[in-house]
Nanobody, 123 residues
Framework: VQLQEWGPGLLKPSQTLSLTCAVYGGPITTEYYYWSWIRQPPGKGLEWMGVIGYEGSTYYSPSLKSHTSISRDTSKNQFSLQLSSVTPIDTAVYYC????????????????WGQGTQVTVSS
């Protein structure tokens, strides 16, 4: 399985970040696969943002829920992240990743990761 994410590298405050992750090597609808967005701000640890399950259910980090949305396009085998009203605090490397089973809130459960994409929010 390979994951590849992409999106704009630079945004201004208040804009909406949109990232897409393409999955190669198997359908995202495969049972018990969970697909997440995880980010790492400079000098900080990994932060789990949210997940979309094989059946389409979504769950978000409570701290980000109000301005985060994850969706999918099963025809393209892709899933996407939208983060609205970004601020410089949202500057980070963003990763898409896959977990198997219900431990999706635990970052150590993710065995497959994209290469990461740098997103910088600056005026």
């Amino acid at each position: 399985v390979q994951l590849q994410e992409w999106g704009p590298g630079l945004l201004k405050p208040s804009q909406t970040l949109s990232l897409t992750c393409a999955v190669y090597g198997g359908p995202i609808t495969t049972e018990y696969y969970y697909w997440s967005w995880i980010r790492q701000p400079p000098g900080k640890g990994l932060e789990w943002m949210g997940v979309i399950g094989y059946e389409g259910s979504t769950y978000y980090s409570p701290s980000l829920k109000s301005h985060t949305s994850i969706s999918r396009d099963t025809s393209k085998n892709q899933f996407s992240l939208q983060l609205s009203s970004v601020t410089p605090i949202d500057t980070a490397v963003y990763y898409c990743a896959r977990a198997v089973g219900t431990s999706w809130a635990n970052i150590s459960a993710y065995g497959y990761w994209g290469q990461g994409t740098q997103v910088t929010v600056s005026s």
